[in-house]
C-alpha cells in the first residue's frame, strides 16, 4: 500500500491478494534459544511501529521506578501515555481526548489512570486520497483494505503500555462487539469507542465499574 499512496492509486486484487498471502504469525518463528526470529516465506516482514512507543514508555517507566520516581505521567506523544501512581490528593492522572475528527472542538471525554497505560488509535489525518476516496492507514489484515466500520477511535488501558499500543489498534479493527467479548475474558483491560451513529458521535466504555466511569 505504501507504493500505491507514492502513485496515488488504489491496488489491484491480485497486489491484494500477494499482500494478504504475506501476512500472519504463522510466517514467524522465536527461537528463544538462539535468540533470533525466522520467517519462513520470502516477502514477509515484522514491523513495530504499533507496539514502539508502548515499549519506549514500559521501559522509561522501569527505570524511573528504580530511581524512586513515584508519581508521573509519561507522555509518548498524541496517543500513548503511562500513569506512575497518581498526583498528590488524586484518584489518579486524568487523561482527555479530542473529537476523531473535529479538531475545532475542545476535549470532550476524559478517563482517569493510575499505575496503568492508554493508548488510542484512529485515522485521524492520517489518509491520502485517491479519486475521492479516503484511504486511512489502519488496515484489516483479512481483507487488505483499511478498516471500514462505525468506529472513529478505539482506546485501550491496561497494565501494559506495549499491550496497550496493540490492542488500541486491534479494537479499532475488531470493532464494538469483538471488543467487549475480548474485554469480557481480560479484566484487567478496558477500553474506550468512539463511534459514529448515523452522524452523532457516541462513546461506547467497556469494562469500566460505576466509579470508574
Request: proline letters at 4%; hydrophobic letters at 35%; a neutral charge.
Amino acid at each position: 500500500m505504501a507504493r500505491c499512496k507514492k502513485k496515488q492509486q488504489l491496488p489491484t486484487d491480485a497486489q491484494l491478494k500477494q499482500a494478504r498471502d504475506l501476512v500472519g504469525l504463522n510466517y514467524v518463528t522465536l527461537e528463544s534459544t538462539m535468540e533470533t526470529v525466522r520467517l519462513a516465506k520470502p516477502g514477509v516482514k515484522i514491523d513495530f511501529g504499533g507496539i514502539g512507543k508502548g515499549l519506549a514508555l514500559d521501559l522509561a517507566a522501569q527505570t524511573l521506578k528504580k530511581h524512586g520516581l513515584k508519581h508521573a505521567l509519561i507522555d509518548g506523544g498524541t496517543s500513548s501515555v503511562l500513569a506512575i501512581g497518581a498526583p498528590p490528593g488524586r484518584k489518579g492522572w486524568t487523561v482527555r481526548f479530542r473529537h476523531p475528527y473535529n479538531k475545532d472542538l475542545e476535549r470532550i471525554e476524559g478517563v482517569v489512570i493510575k499505575d496503568e497505560s492508554l493508548a488510542t488509535s484512529s485515522n485521524e489525518g492520517r489518509y491520502y486520497a485517491v479519486d475521492g476516496k479516503q484511504i486511512g492507514h489502519i488496515f484489516d489484515p483479512r481483507t487488505g483494505w483499511p478498516v471500514e466500520n462505525d468506529v472513529l477511535s478505539a482506546t485501550a488501558i491496561g497494565p501494559s503500555a506495549t499491550d496497550c499500543d496493540a490492542l488500541s489498534t486491534a479494537f479499532y479493527v475488531m470493532g464494538r462487539e469483538k471488543t467487549e467479548a475480548y474485554c469480557k475474558s481480560h479484566p484487567e483491560i478496558r477500553a474506550i469507542l468512539m463511534m459514529d451513529q448515523q452522524g452523532e458521535l457516541q462513546t461506547v466504555r467497556i469494562n469500566f465499574t460505576e466509579e470508574q466511569t
